[in-house]
């Protein structure tokens, strides 16, 4: 399957001598939702500033739909929707015109019904003929939204969508994207929360230091680096874990009422049949059993710690 956006060798370093990205390969599949996950600073918004057309990149290159962003940069501009992490809205237009504009700009056809639909999905009709200083921030966040999908593009990057913003608003951009991306909008999503990223991404590319650490499938990337643990609450508290227990690990909480047994979710056998059996062995009983899934949160901070 052909990439919608091939990045290759992308490289930028400032005329301060500050390097903001280095060597970053990344394909974006057609109809996905990335989310790009790393710290202030990593080198997010750079990376989606440059396929955008906002900044140029220092070596490397970056097609659209097969097109070069630098030579054909009329035809992936037009394919392409940002919506900016800052508030940039002028103060005295009204939310149509702001929009109505917008599509203007890139040679589109005035289209009065999508128009009106789109603001009706960003819950903005209502504040259609409202200037823009008595808006809300979140109610500018929609109007950033509804300026980037004017022109009807194929590519949507959410730069920190929900930076900001309450936890209503960031819920219904969730809900949002979704709906883009069953219409076939493919969606690229940067973003330092992580419960972002478990909510909506398909894939997820982990960004640091102007680095992609790597890119892969949410679900294969939690497999892979993800760890399991038992946790296993005592009937009575130990002082020690016995010798014969030695070989699993264990851990204890701190009143001894709890061991923690940590497996690889991809191992041939968990070992947590015999450990049960050798707990019994030992004479501890057990009260309860929970089990607790490493977070996309860990896994994350796991690997920028390593790096």
Known sequence: MQPIVSIQSLSKVYDSGYQALCAVDLDIFEGEILALLGPNGAGKTTLISIICGIVSGSTGSVRVAGHDIVSEYRITRDLIGLVPQELTLGAFDTVWNTVNFSRGLFGKKPDVAYLEQLLKDLSLWDKRDSELRELSGGMKRRVLIAKALSHEPRILFLDEPTAGVDVELRQDMWKMVHRLNDSGVTIILTTHYIEEAEEIADRVGII???????????????????????????????????????????????????????????????????????????????????????????????????Q
């Open 208 to 306: 640091n230091q102007g680095q992609l650490l790597l890119v892969d499938d949410k679900k294969n990337l939690m497999q892979k680096l993800g760890k399991k643990q038992l946790l296993i609450e005592l009937r009575h508290s130990i002082g020690q874990i016995p010798p014969e227990l030695a070989q699993y690990e264990l851990e204890t909480s701190a009143d001894g009422a709890h061991l923690i047994y940590t497996y690889d979710t991809q191992g041939e056998r968990t070992g947590i049949t015999a450990l049960l059996q050798d707990l019994h062995n030992a004479g501890l009983a057990m009260k309860d059993l929970k089990s607790s899934q490493t977070s996309l949160e860990e896994i994350f901070v796991s690997l920028v710690r390593a």
